[in-house]
């Protein structure tokens, strides 16, 4: 009797070793991480800008990290949607988009732009002076995704009938809709605005209409889909970076997360209206 019950103690702390192992195997098996980079930026520099970053937290985590640059906001919500991104680095309206609707969890702030205001812009010659002007008129917006160019300049724009609207894929295209007077009016951040006023020598800007809102910053974001473990050793990892890393990356790691909570209220406003956007007239109600 007494070497029957030596034998069943031995066998069930055979088991529980054999458990235990199998356990830390799962838990420490090789992760692959895609980090998704929402800019406009070359491919070539955005790649070299993330390189250290990469390469660090591939040694911290002891996974395979692999970066993919979206360079309109489509792209990126086709990726969020799929939750094919673990990390993503994105502009205010795509966080509150992938925070809201997908679930992602964010993780840090990005720095803040002082500058990052929706406006819309027509041409310096243009006789439209308020909203009202708009009633009838073809508007160049950006594309979903985007908070200055998309769902700020819709909010601002409800209960007006349009002509048309033109949907281009970045700042510049839609300044240039407006220079061509393919479009009365064009949407986007006074940023932007600053930046590509002068580009178009052939045509002067003024600035039409400035949301009365500063809008957060952008944020770095994880997937439902990471474990909480890993999700806590990652963002422990981008806290410990290096500061010259963390200031190319350009996100700050003890900063407050922003509060999208009027980012969340305009998407869900402007959320009913979607489908109807590429009908002519275009009713924005």
């Known amino acids: 009797m007494e070497l029957l019950l030596y034998r069943r103690s031995f066998i069930l702390k055979m088991l529980f070793m054999i458990t235990a192992c199998s356990t830390k195997d799962l838990s420490t098996k090789q992760l692959e991480l895609v980090v998704g980079i929402v800019n406009y930026e070359d491919s070539g520099q955005t790649l070299d800008r993330f390189a250290r970053f990469q390469e660090y937290l591939g040694n911290q985590t002891k996974t395979i990290v692999q970066l993919e640059p979206a360079f309109n906001e489509s792209i990126a919500i086709e990726r969020i949607q799929r939750q094919s991104w673990s990390l993503v680095v994105a502009p205010p309206g795509l966080a509150a988009l992938a925070n809201s609707l997908y679930r992602y969890e964010l993780l840090f702030s990005l720095g803040m732009d002082i ?8 041409r310096n010659d243009s006789e439209l002076r308020n909203l009202k002007d708009l009633q009838g008129k073809t508007v160049a917006l950006g594309i979903p995704g985007s908070a200055t160019g998309y769902y700020v300049p819709l909010y601002n724009l409800y209960g ?9 894929p970045t700042a510049s295209s839609v300044l240039e809709l407006v220079a061509e007077k393919k479009a009365d009016v064009g949407a986007v951040s006074l940023e932007e605005f600053n930046s590509y ?8 800007f003024r600035i039409f209409f400035t949301d009365s809102h500063n809008l957060p910053p952008g944020a770095v974001l994880i997937a439902p889909t990471i474990e909480t473990r890993n999700r806590d050793m990652i963002k422990k990892y981008m806290q410990e970076a290096p500061l010259t890393l963390v200031k190319e990356i350009g996100y700050i790691p003890n900063a407050d997360v922003p509060d999208y ?6 998407i869900e406003r402007v ?4 489908a109807r956007l590429r009908s002519t007239p275009v009713r924005l109600f």
């Open 271 to 274: 959320a009913p209206m979607n």
């Open 261 to 266: 909570t009027y980012m969340k209220s305009v």
């Open 160 to 168: 007006l009938t349009l002509k048309q609207i033109l949907f281009a």
């Open 115 to 122: 500058n990052a205001r929706a406006c819309l812009v027509v």
């Open 197 to 204: 006023n002068k580009k178009f020598g052939n045509a002067d």
